[in-house]
């Protein structure tokens, strides 16, 4: 079984930082992700990366140039830098896990989710 442990979340002012991480534990995943859910909407990807770091995907400009998405292999870490962080971004941010090695943004290809972790951007 897979574990998935997210922590960062936190309230932030707009225009401020944030580093979420999700350590994994128990078997052997691959790809990673990202992905938040809005109030009253649905999840949406925010990022993803592949087991090597190698390749990433950030899910349209609203995150592209603001949030970067890394992984640590020798931690078992994967981490969400946010900057410039805006009310917009406030949503309950999740971290995923894949056994597939190539890059992939669809949430039915992620086989296990964290808890989750809040983040809310006040204004």
């Known amino acids: 079984q897979v574990q998935l442990i997210e922590s960062g979340g936190e309230v932030v002012q707009a225009g401020g930082s944030l580093r979420l991480s999700c350590v994994v534990s128990?078997?052997?995943?691959?790809?990673m992700g990202w992905f938040r859910q809005a109030p009253g909407k649905e999840r949406e990807v925010v990022a993803t990366?592949?087991?090597?770091?190698?390749?990433?995907?950030y899910a349209d400009s609203s995150v592209k140039g603001r949030f970067t998405i890394s992984r640590d292999n020798a931690k078992n870490t994967v981490y969400l830098q946010m900057n410039s962080l805006e009310p917009e971004d406030t949503a309950l941010y999740y971290c995923?896990?894949?056994?597939?090695?190539?890059?992939?943004?669809?949430?039915?290809?992620?086989?296990?989710w964290g808890q989750g972790t809040q983040v809310t951007v006040s204004s």
């Open positions: 995923a896990a894949t056994r597939l090695y190539r890059l992939t943004s669809r949430a039915t290809e992620y086989t296990y």
């Open positions: 128990g078997r052997t995943v691959y790809g």
């Open positions: 990366i592949t087991q090597s770091g190698g390749s990433t995907y």
